[in-house]
Structure formats: C-alpha cells, structure tokens
Nanobody, 124 residues
Framework: QSQFAESGGGLVQPGGSLTLSCVPAGFVLDNFSIGWFRQAPGKEREEVACLTSADDIIYEDSVKGRFTISLDNAKKTMSLQMNNLRPDDTAVYYC??????????????????WGKGTLVTVSS
C-alpha cells in the first residue's frame, strides 16, 4: 500500500512540460531525503532527481537543466517540474523518501517509502 498520493502524469508532446506532485499520507517530510525515480519499459528503475535532508540536490545527467525537484516549506508536498520533455523521458515516475536526518544518500535501494507511480508519455 502506497504511503504517497501521486499526481500529474499524462500525455505531453515533445518540448512540453508537466509537473508531478507527491503528498505523503499521515506524515510530513521533515528530515527526509526525497527523490523521483523512473522506470521505462524493459529497463531498470533509475534515479532522476534527489533532494537530500542535507539539502544536496542531485540530477541524472540527461535531465539537468530541464527538471527541477522541490519540497514545499511545510514539508508536505514534493514536486518534479519537467520542462522540454523528450520521448526518451517516457516512463512510470515514482516518488520516494527515506527518513535520514542530515542524510546525503539517494538511490533506488536506499529509499524505503514509495509512491505507486504515475505514467508520463512524451509523444507527438
């Protein structure tokens, strides 16, 4: 059972934008490292963007300059703003988190709270 409510996926044309959001159920993201991950058909799940509890921001190379990860001041909503989308961005996108005060890590294996995923399709 997912501990996040995800929203914002859908179909968009190349060059378009989408914003994904994730709200935790019953807790806030204070002292959590958070991240967005994606899994394309036939591929392994990969890291897209991370914001650690130590305030380090990490982006996968192919999304640098196009995607922005954020957490609102109330620590209740995490978002991924995606601009200039490309067909190879098509995937199921997952939000994830791990309670880790002053944490600096972020990876598929490290995160332990996951959303169910939302499909992003980039196609003309």
């Amino acid at each position: 059972q997912s501990q996040f409510a995800e929203s914002g996926g859908g179909l968009v044309q190349p060059g378009g934008s989408l914003t994904l959001s994730c709200v935790p159920a019953g807790f806030v993201l204070d002292n959590f490292s958070i991240g967005w991950f994606r899994q394309a058909p036939g591929k392994e799940r990969e890291e897209v963007a991370c914001l650690t509890s130590a305030d380090d921001i990490i982006y996968e190379d192919s999304v640098k300059g196009r995607f922005t990860i954020s957490l609102d001041n109330a620590k209740k909503t995490m978002s991924l703003q995606m601009n200039n989308l490309r067909p190879d961005d098509t995937a199921v996108y997952y939000c994830a988190a791990k309670f880790s005060p002053r944490g600096t890590r972020c990876s598929v294996s490290y995160m332990d709270v996951w959303g169910k995923g939302t499909l992003v399709t980039v196609s003309s």
